[in-house]
């Protein structure tokens, strides 16, 4: 591509241009398995499995789900949390040419249907306690057949008290037996045999990973191929100086979100890298993991590192194993940086990145010049524009705030089965985010707002409208719209402002509960404020951002 302004803050080494190379990530297994047999793919509180026993697996489970009629281009929902079965079906799937409809297990049973209805999926995978929610939708869906996962499956045989499995082995629900219901350790344990021999092309579709929009509608973006193999790729290209079966990542993102889909996931494979799975990352379990098993690259949310911050454990040890980490999803504190420097002498690298570039689009320069509040400089092969909010085509000077443009190979081509979305966002090549921010005189990107109003707690993505909806459904509640609060661990979370209906009366823990019911935990509000009215313009559109702004004005007063 043309010489951009910030190519100069490229580390000595990396090029802004990369030799793409054309494999899909189920072929990237074979060969990485062939590269690192014996060498530990993953590892479940003490189990290990090589990724030599990792590409068996997935052979045999590809076969096993071809004999259940998965075909290529068929839709397969995964519920899965970061086990070894996650990897397993997923990688199962790209042998297949079929897609990895990735689903987050907190969902409700409303939030599900809609995705499985909106992918057309028939197959699902989840785990035991999942399964009874995905088997209520058959008759609302065009579900058929549910394979049951066990996280008990591949824990350690002989790990006697240890308490982190006993932890992970009570996520148990025993399913009984039923038409259409099989047991992953049953397909897996048939028949030797190869799965079909199908052509997976470079741009056919992946996975679907579902994220919403001002609307709050979930939309599935399409992550092909080309998308998943080019942005592991390119995060090889960054993280210039680590080496190739050698290093342990902390798998603390959800494999069923776009960042641990990319960041851990794919990239782990594409290099031969360990990754120590956390199927539910607790502060404790994260500072224990850590301790036991010392992965030397560390990605996660600025939550993650703040909880283990004010872990005792954690600060008490030395933590000279560590020798980079990289953040997304908010904005890390200054403090956080500096504590964190202090006790593991590695930095905080912060990135930049949607559903719709396959996690990646910006990172500061790995081993060089990073800058506190950017989000970094764009990625090889990337390129970004920023543009005027009215019309969307008007490129602004740097240090001028306007929407960010992106566009690269990790861009998705579409959200599936939803032209007008996909026009919508997405012209020429270029994706626009919905986010506002400003290339400085170096080419650093720092994003200052967010054009679509997106919470994001913990590293999740909320949608305002989408709990605004649902506060609607309470019979007393005559009026509502949530909105995004600073929160010192979540980064942010949700606050509802709620107009009741003439001579109704409820309370805050009624709202909340209410929310319980229809909401995944983390989209619930925290806080609810009572009012006799909400701001409006004249059609009657309430002022989401008047909220949100007097909030903050009343938080900064205090």
Request: hydrophobic share 40%; net charge negative; proline share 6%.
């Amino acid at each position: 591509m043309e010489a951009r302004i910030w190519h100069k803050a490229y580390v000595a080494g990396v090029s802004p241009t990369l030799n793409i190379e054309r494999i899909t990530m189920g072929a990237v297994l074979k060969r990485t398995a062939s590269r690192f047999p014996d060498h530990v793919a993953l590892i479940l509180m003490g189990k290990e499995i090589t990724y030599r026993e990792l590409d068996e697996s997935v052979d045999r489970f590809a076969a096993a789900l071809a004999g259940l009629g998965v075909r290529k281009n068929d839709k397969v929902a995964l519920l899965l949390p970061n086990i070894p079965q996650m990897v397993i079906a997923t990688y199962a799937l790209f042998r297949l040419g079929a897609v990895a409809v990735m689903n987050n297990p907190l969902y409700t049973p409303a939030e599900l249907e809609h995705n499985l209805n909106n992918s057309g999926a028939r197959v699902a995978i989840a785990m035991d306690l999942f399964v009874p929610t995905v088997l209520s939708l058959r008759d609302k869906t065009r579900m058929e057949k549910v394979v049951v996962c066990h996280a008990r499956d591949y824990l350690p045989a002989d790990a006697g008290d240890d308490p982190m499995v006993k932890e992970v082995a009570a996520l148990h629900f025993d399913i009984p037996p039923e038409n259409g219901v099989y047991e992953f350790t049953t397909l897996l344990a048939g028949p030797a045999s190869s799965p079909p021999d199908t052509k997976v092309d470079f741009d056919d579709p992946a996975a679907f990973i579902f994220t919403g929009g001002t609307t709050g509608v979930s939309k599935a973006v399409v992550i092909s191929h080309a998308n998943s193999s080019v942005s592991a790729q390119q995060f090889r290209a960054w993280l210039f100086d680590t080496e190739d079966g050698t290093e342990r990542l902390l798998a603390v993102l959800p494999f069923f979100h776009v960042a641990g889909y990319t960041d851990m996931m794919n990239n782990a494979i594409l290099r031969g890298w360990t990754n120590i799975l956390v199927p539910r990352p607790t502060p404790d379990t994260i500072c224990e993991l850590t301790l036991r098993y010392k992965p030397t690259l560390f990605g996660g949310v600025p939550t993650m590192f703040v909880g283990l911050l004010n872990h005792p454990k954690f600060t008490s040890t030395k933590m000279d194993f560590i020798k980079g980490c990289f953040s997304g999803a908010a904005p890390v504190a200054l403090e956080t940086v500096r504590q964190w420097e202090a006790l593991t002498g590695s930095s905080i690298v912060e990135l930049y990145g949607l559903s719709e570039t396959s996690a990646l689009a910006t990172f500061n320069p790995w081993r060089g010049k990073t800058k506190l509040g950017s989000v970094g400089v764009p990625l090889p092969e990337t390129d970004c524009r920023i543009v005027d909010l009215d019309t969307g085509t008007k490129d602004l000077n740097l240090g001028e705030a306007g929407e960010i443009l992106l566009k690269g190979p990790q861009v998705t081509n579409e959200y599936y089965d939803n032209p007008e979305a996909t026009a919508e966002v997405i012209r020429d090549g270029w994706l626009s985010t919905g986010d506002i921010g400003y290339l400085d005189e170096e080419g650093y990107l720092f994003i200052v707002d967010r054009k679509k109003d997106v919470i994001i707690a913990g590293g999740y993505n909320i949608y305002p409208r989408e709990v605004d909806e649902v506060l609607y459904q309470h019979p007393k509640v005559q009026a509502a719209c949530a909105v995004g609060i600073p929160d010192a661990y979540r980064g942010e979370t949700v606050k509802a402002f709620v107009v009741l209906k003439q001579g109704e009366t409820a309370t805050e823990e009624d709202i909340i509960r209410f929310c319980k019911e229809k909401l995944a935990a983390y989209k619930v509000p925290k806080y609810i404020e009572f009012r006799p009215a909400l701001p409006q313009t004249a059609v009657g559109k309430i002022l989401r951002r008047e909220l949100r702004d007097e909030e903050l004005a009343i938080r900064k007063a205090r």
